[in-house]
């Protein structure tokens, strides 16, 4: 199965986007004491750069991430007691949908994984890709560092662009836009109260630079009637000084 699924560029394909695989491999230790070559493990560093030994034949896995697997439910699916065996799980309930003993092709694999798949969908309502979700993160990634060099504003416009199209793909993802999009418009309300403290400090310029940023950003918002303010509050405090300096 190792071999003829798992390092098949086919299902590798398919399977980032429409799987997770949890393997549990009971006779690990026994490999691992008798020095088996599919048991060796290679000197790497973590994601926070400490060093680290990962399993060759599972690349990014620890031996003790591998014996975790074995201990976890994915061990108790097989019923039959041989190996091979392979399991689809409903990932909603945990409960299996098929069990298959001996080796499979990559080929059969992605139709059952397929059909089982379909039912779930039927079941649950539609799937999400990890493609799709990484579109999303990307986005808000890129939103994130415009936020951060140029601002709200730029954010938002950003946003804006790609919302319609990822909106596209159901209502959970609209559901992640949103909430993130709410993010953007707390950091937006953030600038808007630094340009209404910039006002009373009548430092104009630098609170319509801040405006002048947001206006286009925060039509059909909640805060546009606070940027409509705050430019009439500007109208209001160059009258006033316009009035002192007559007096």
Known sequence: MHSAVLQNDSYIEFASDNTVEVMAMQRLKEGVDKGDRKAEQYDA???????????????GLTLEEMYALNSSKAGTYNDTGGIPYTAIVDPHTGEKMSGMAGGQSAKKMIEIITQRKADLNKKYGPSLSRSVLADVKENQAECDALLAEKGAGKAIVLFNKGYKKLAKNGEKIVTMLDAYKETLLEKAGEELESADELIEALEI????????SLKSALKKTELAPRVDELYAKIKTKQAEEKAAAGE
Do not use: H, R, T
């Not at 560093?45 to 690349?59: C, L, R, S, T």
């Not at 310029?205 to 002048?212: F, Q, T």
């Open 45 to 59: 560093e973590d994601e926070n750069g400490q060093p680290v030994k990962y399993m060759v034949e599972f690349p």
């Open 205 to 212: 310029s630098d609170a319509k630079k801040i405006l002048s």
